[in-house]
């Protein structure tokens, strides 16, 4: 017992690259293997983070315990051969396997804290560095005054030890996650439905981008202009994905909303990537979404009406919204292009509204003192509902049929969205998906305004376009004919409700 608290004072120092002090005469392989099963224990709760929801643990996984405890053996094996200190073979693998303790970790506390930074470089690379400096020390201190030697030991020792997980997965430095540990649904075939659907291609795809512009401008042609001394609401709809229908059902139960709950029937405009209706809605294209949010600007008054953005697709980690019409390559939508899009148009009352995975992303470029912005995610979290077995996304149904559809208020219907969402991820074990709030501390004056104006409506139904099969299993979202019941129902109908 007395060796193997040695041996980990060794690894220990090691790690903060101080020479062991100690050196045991005879050691076995278990310290060796019960130093690298802990730093393999330190690792799980990592890839449990990065991991996508829902996850479950695989056993395969421990091939990656296994492979990485061989490499040890073998460059410790390296650097006792070529600093002739065979004899202390298993002692090396020991102090190798007990300095990964510090460094696993503390990178799994970075990981905890900044989960985004993971693929950063600056991270992978500081992390390599300090494993590198840690096989310099052993070999220096195997090698005794040998400097060229321990350089050669070191050097040769951690290509033995990275070069298979680099073959293996040559995007990534570290390599924590082959095989995988933790098996999300993400990459499930029940979870995403990631075959490809070809009728979802554009059928002319040239036709259909030379109509963009006359599409454009009968839209744009249709929206009736402001009314002097009333703030007017303008609706603009964007359905980013175009081989997914529950977008489209989205954009088009929020047309429904804008004309009989918002008071903007005349004025809106919509952005829809599908097949269906490529021959009578303008693809949903950064380049459209600049052109109409442009477009609907000069039919605004621009000191009083408020422009609603609602965007719906799916999301990056790299903050990016997917836009997608196949066969048609496009640009993808970020927040400093959408930002630049607002400002260019002149539009100075903002009400955007991102729903999307790593949505909360797109909050910090977008803030400004006459802007909401809501989101359906943190900027690190995944949101839910997509797909092909879903009518309606989560968040779609939560704040636009049950949310704003009942009380118009756009504070009350994010409260209520984020309840009704938090209650749907935990039953379902799902990660918390986190809907953001930013609002500028002008708009909500203005949205009262508006909503002060409002005439009196009922609530509307929705009955989507495009109904799932009746054979898609739903278990990521409800049933199209089961929605949840909305904490908003009792709640009475009210300009003076709750204060943006």
């Not at 730093?39 to 296994?66: C, D, I, K, M, S």
């Not at 030991?153 to 040559?170: M, N, R, T």
């Not at 919204?321 to 630049?340: H, W």
Request: proline letters at 6%.
């Amino acid at each position: 017992m007395s060796s193997f608290f040695s041996l980990l004072r060794g690894g220990v120092r090691l790690s903060l690259l101080l020479a062991p002090r100690d050196t045991p005469s005879q050691v076995s392989p278990w310290p060796a293997l019960v130093f690298a099963f802990v730093a393999w224990l330190l690792v799980l709760p990592v890839e449990w983070v990065l991991a996508q929801a829902p996850r479950t643990f695989e056993l395969a996984g421990t091939q990656t315990f296994l492979i990485d405890f061989a490499l040890t053996l073998l460059a410790a094996f390296v650097l006792v051969a070529l600093t002739q200190r065979k004899a202390m073979w298993m002692a090396a693998t020991a102090w190798l396997a007990a300095s990964a303790l510090l460094p696993s970790a503390s990178y799994g506390a970075l990981m905890w804290w900044k989960p985004e930074w993971a693929d950063h470089f600056a991270v992978q690379f500081v992390w390599l560095l300090w494993c590198a400096a840690i096989v310099l020390r052993l070999a220096a201190f195997l090698a005794g005054h040998r400097f060229g030697r321990a350089l050669a030991a070191a050097a040769l020792s951690c290509l033995v030890a990275s070069v298979p997980w680099l073959i293996a997965s040559p995007d990534d430095f570290i390599v924590t996650d082959w095989p995988e540990y933790w098996a999300s649904n993400e990459d499930d075939e029940d979870y995403y439905d990631e075959e490809e659907d070809e009728s979802a291609w554009l059928v002319q795809p040239e036709a259909t981008l030379y109509a963009q512009p006359d599409l454009l401008n009968a839209q744009l042609d249709a929206i009736q202009p402001q009314r002097p001394g009333v703030v007017d609401m303008f609706v603009v709809g964007f359905g980013g994905d175009g081989e997914e229908n529950v977008f489209r059902n989205e954009v088009e139960f929020l047309r429904e909303l804008a004309t009989h709950r918002l008071d903007a029937g005349d004025r809106q405009f919509s952005l829809l990537n599908n097949a269906v209706t490529a021959e009578t809605w303008p693809l949903a294209t950064a380049t459209n979404l600049e052109r109409a949010l442009a477009g609907v600007a000069q039919r605004m008054n621009p000191d009083e009406d408020i422009l609603f953005l609602y965007l719906t697709s799916h999301g990056s980690e790299d903050h990016e919204l997917y836009v997608n019409q196949p066969p048609l390559p496009l640009d993808q939508i970020t927040p400093g292009r959408l930002r630049a899009a607002f400002d260019a148009s002149g539009i100075r009352w903002r009400v955007i509204v991102v729903s999307a995975c790593y949505s909360g992303g797109f909050i910090n470029a977008l803030r400004d003192p006459r802007t909401l912005v809501v989101t359906a995610a943190r900027h690190d979290r995944t949101s839910f509902g997509c797909g092909n077995t879903s009518a309606i996304t989560w968040f779609g149904r939560a704040f636009l049929v049950d949310g704003l559809n009942a009380s118009r208020n756009f504070r009350s219907a994010w409260l209520s969205a984020s309840r009704q969402i938090a209650q749907l991820e935990e039953d379902e074990g799902y990660d918390p998906s986190e809907p953001q709030w930013a609002a500028g501390e002008a708009i909500g004056t203005q949205l009262e305004k508006w909503r002060a104006g409002l005439p009196a409506s009922q609530t509307i139904a929705f009955e989507p376009a495009w109904v799932p099969p009746e054979d898609a299993e739903q278990e990521d979202d409800l049933p199209a004919d089961e929605a949840p019941e909305s904490a908003l129902e009792s709640m009475p109908e009210s300009n003076e409700e709750t204060v943006e």
